[in-house]
């Protein structure tokens, strides 16, 4: 299984300001996902991030509101932009896992938790 | 990937096994169901997967309809602390790992 870090674990921000959150994993993983979860919502992806490549992005989301980094196959930014309330959601990472290279379970991190005043 | 319909919420006394079903009504051949569980507070985490024979681990036991149209997830003794949201979810397995849609899930509560 692989260990994910988040940081920070949460954070309160004004609005109009900007939110670095850093995902690590304790092994090197191809694929990074980020994830937003808005108060008593399901998990929705962000975008797919992969070392060497512009993040994918899903409809509704873009680069210049969540710029993604993938400096290594160990780490990943999500960057929330210009922030707003909206904005307050809990932000999670994962990675893909199991033994057979195609990704048959997701590791998650324990998620940032962002509030937006 | 397919969409899944699960009930909102379920109650389950401690002790007792808790049956989570599922319909996944347009689930193609070669996708998977999936149940993760997100207790309070945490990241998902994964529970069991299958492709259309029934699966058991050390969490739980996975019943796949023979059309595959419907699953249903046990937990076999279920515990306060198997309170939680668990989702189940349809996706196809790939190279490159492949991301999961999550709905909205059913509620547990185990009750003492």
């Known amino acids: 299984s692989a260990v994910i870090s988040q940081k920070p674990s949460r954070d309160i921000c004004q609005r109009g300001t900007s939110l670095t959150i850093q995902c690590q994993v304790d092994?090197?993983?191809?694929?990074m996902f980020w994830y937003r979860q808005q108060p008593g919502q399901s998990l929705t992806l962000i975008a797919t991030?992969?070392?060497?490549?512009?993040?994918?992005?899903e409809s509704g989301f873009v680069i210049d509101k969540f710029p993604i980094s993938r400096p290594n196959l160990t780490f990943s930014t999500l960057t929330v932009s210009n922030m707003s309330p909206e904005d307050s959601s809990i932000y999670l990472c994962?990675?893909?896992?199991?033994?057979?290279?195609?990704?048959?379970?997701?590791?998650f991190g324990p998620g940032t938790r962002l509030l937006v005043l | 990937d397919a969409k899944t319909t699960q009930p909102p919420s379920m109650d389950c006394a401690e002790g007792r096994a808790a049956n989570l079903p599922c319909n996944h009504s347009t689930i193609s051949g070669n996708e998977y169901v999936y149940w993760y569980r997100q207790i309070h507070s945490q990241g998902p985490q994964y529970i069991i997967h299958g492709l259309k024979n029934n699966e058991t681990n050390e969490m739980a036991s996975l019943i796949i309809t023979e059309d595959r149209k419907s699953s249903t997830l046990i937990l076999p003794h279920a515990t306060l602390r198997d309170t939680a949201v668990y989702y189940c979810i349809v996706r196809v397995l790939s190279n490159q790992g492949g991301k999961l849609i999550f709905g909205q899930g059913t509620e547990l509560s185990v009750k003492p």
């Open positions: 994962s990675v893909p896992g199991g033994t057979s290279g195609r990704g048959e379970t997701q590791y």
């Open positions: 092994s090197q993983v191809t694929m």
């Open positions: 991030a992969n070392q060497g490549s512009e993040a994918t992005y």
